[in-house]
Every structure is written in C-alpha cells, then in structure tokens.
C-alpha cells in the first residue's frame, strides 16, 4: 500500500465572496499523478492555492506526510517538499533562465546537488540550456512554462502540483509539456495535475478526481475514467 503523501478533507474555500470550494475531500499517494478536471471554474484553482497557503481555509483540513499544513506559508512548505507550478507560469521576467532556475533552489545549500539537478532540467528542456542566459521576460508562453516547471523541480520536491501547465500553449508545445509531466512522474515524483484538457490529463493519469461547482462528483481509475460515458459527454466534447 503506497503512503499517503496529502490529504484534502472537508475543504470549504471562500472567493471573492462567492463559496468556491463547498467540501473536497481527495487524497494523493507517494509515486501517482493525480489529475483533478473540470470546466472553468469548477473550483480547481482555488483548492491548489487553498493547499499552498495563499487562499484561507474556511473549513477543512489539508494534511501532507501525515500532518495538519493549515495556514502554513508556501515557504515552509517548499522547506518540507511540497512545490507549486502556478498558473499563468510567474516567472522572474527580469531575471535569466539560469537565475530563475536558480531562485527554484533557493531553499537548499547541497551544490553539487542543485549542479546535478540544474543538469537534469537541461537535459529534460534543452531550449532552456540553449538560452540559459536569456531573460525569461522574453520567451514564449511555452518556454515560460518550460522554465515555470524546470523551477518547481530544482526544489527537489516529494509533491509537485501543477496548475494548468498546457493553458494557452500551441498544440506542439502542450504535447511537450504532457510529456515532461509524465517523465517526470516516470522519474518517482509525486504529482497533483489541475487540467482543463482532460483528455491529455487522463491519458497520462494513475487517478482522477471530477470537480464541478466546488465538489468532487467522480472519482477513479484514469483510463476507466477516460472511457465513461459521463465522462467524455461532460469533458471529452462527445
């Protein structure tokens, strides 16, 4: 039986005065790719920053390696292996690919370590290599996403949580990215996965949990998932 690495249990999340998140409870286990899908506004956004701390809890509680993270700050979690790749990328525009990455290691003080671990990116994102000394201010939304990833990894993360990373991206570029989050997974770090194309996402997927007006309504096996009629009707545009 695989550990259970973050717990969501009974989150209520208030947005903008409007109740976003109305009770979630779902849970990740060490080693799977987690996928949460539904349509825009479903509430996915709000319940990944509510786990990274930039959202208030009204309700409910977030556990991860077995402990209460309520109100605790994204720092403290980055220290303890919990990472964010957010959405809309919020890369160091001003900064260069090379520093950016950098800044993604901020927490750790093992060189040869972080030396390896920037080889890796590079090996995984080689346009990133290529351009390590460019401002991130100046790549494509693609090369940003790239770079947002590449940054989340150099923490060394047990969990990585990503938050839309094919959003607005060309369709060459969105099958890059599926195919560094499953290289990554591949790699033994543990992913939650918020998607609006469900399609991809339960491709590459071990689980999946629907969301739809801030609850979860199924819950499952990917590919079975990937297969249900409800499913494909709702998400898949069949």
Request: charged share 25%; net charge positive.
């Given at each position: ?67 209460s993270i309520r109100g605790k700050g994204a ?94 991206l060309s369709p060459i570029m969105v099958d ?63």
């Amino acid at each position: 039986m695989r550990a259970t690495l973050l717990k969501v249990k009974g989150l209520k999340v208030a947005y903008g005065g409007i109740q976003a998140v109305k009770g979630v409870d779902f849970e990740v286990h060490e080693g799977e790719l987690v996928t949460l899908i539904g349509s825009n506004g479903a509430g996915k956004t709000t319940t990944m920053k509510a786990i990274t701390g930039s959202l208030p809890l009204n309700d409910g509680d977030i556990e991860y390696l077995g402990h209460s993270i309520r109100g605790k700050g994204a720092w403290n979690l980055v220290r303890q292996g919990l990472a964010m790749v957010p959405e809309g990328r919020g890369v160091f525009t001003r900064m260069s690919i090379g520093e950016n990455l950098q800044m993604g290691a901020h927490i750790r003080t093992d060189k040869a370590g972080i030396a390896a671990d920037l080889d890796k990116v590079f090996t995984i994102f080689p346009r990133l290599k290529e351009r390590r000394d460019q401002l991130a201010g100046t790549l494509s939304g693609g090369e940003q996403q790239m770079l947002a990833m590449g940054r989340g990894l150099m923490s060394r993360p047990k969990v990585l949580l990503m938050d839309e990373p094919s959003m607005g991206l060309s369709p060459i570029m969105v099958d890059k990215i599926f195919e560094v989050v499953r290289e990554v997974s591949a790699q033994g770090v543990t992913i939650l996965l918020v998607e609006q194309n469900a399609s991809r996402a339960l491709q590459i997927a071990d689980r999946a949990y629907v969301m739809e007006s801030g609850l979860i309504t199924m819950q499952g096996d990917a590919r079975q998932m990937l297969s249900d009629p409800k499913v494909r009707a709702a998400y898949l545009g069949e």
